[in-house]
Nanobody, 120 residues
Framework: VQLQASGGGLVQAGGSLRLSCAAS????????MGWFRQAPGKEREFVAA????????YYSDSVKGRFTISRDSAKNTVTLQMNSLKSEDMGAYYC??????????????WGQGTQVTVSS
C-alpha cells in the first residue's frame, strides 16, 4: 500500500490547515487510517485515527476538540482538519494505515511526512 499525504504548510497560531492522505495499491480495505506527528528532537506521536467504516474515531488528548479526522472510503482518502493550531502542533505529519485500533506498533504502512509550521 502506498500513502500519499498532502496539505501541510505555514499558518499563524490560531489558524487552520487541512491534511489529506490518499491510499493506493494492494491493502486491506478494512484498515484503519490515521495520523501521527513528529517534532524535531521528539518521538513520533499519535494524533488521530478513524476506523475503516468511518464510524469510530479517537484522538490524542492534545488535539481533541481542535482536530477532526474523516474518511472517504470510496476514494480511499482520509482528511485531518486542524483548527486553532498552536506552536506545539508543529512537526512532520505522517499518514498511516493498519488494523484497528491504530497504534504505532501495528502500523502497516506509512506515508511520507508533510510539514506543518505554526508561526506565533
Amino acid at each position: 500500500v502506498q500513502l500519499q499525504a498532502s496539505g501541510g504548510g505555514l499558518v499563524q497560531a490560531g489558524g487552520s490547515l487541512r491534511l489529506s492522505c490518499a491510499a493506493s495499491g494492494r491493502y486491506s480495505h478494512t484498515y484503519a487510517m490515521g495520523w501521527f506527528r513528529q517534532a524535531p528532537g521528539k518521538e513520533r506521536e499519535f494524533v488521530a485515527a478513524i476506523s475503516w467504516s468511518g464510524g469510530s474515531t479517537y484522538y490524542s488528548d492534545s488535539v481533541k476538540g481542535r482536530f477532526t479526522i474523516s474518511r472517504d472510503s470510496a476514494k480511499n482518502t482520509v482528511t485531518l482538519q486542524m483548527n486553532s493550531l498552536k506552536s506545539e502542533d508543529m512537526g512532520a505529519y505522517y499518514c498511516a494505515a493498519g488494523p484497528w485500533p491504530l497504534k504505532s506498533i501495528n502500523v502497516r504502512a506509512w506515508g511520507q511526512g508533510t510539514q506543518v509550521t505554526v508561526s506565533s
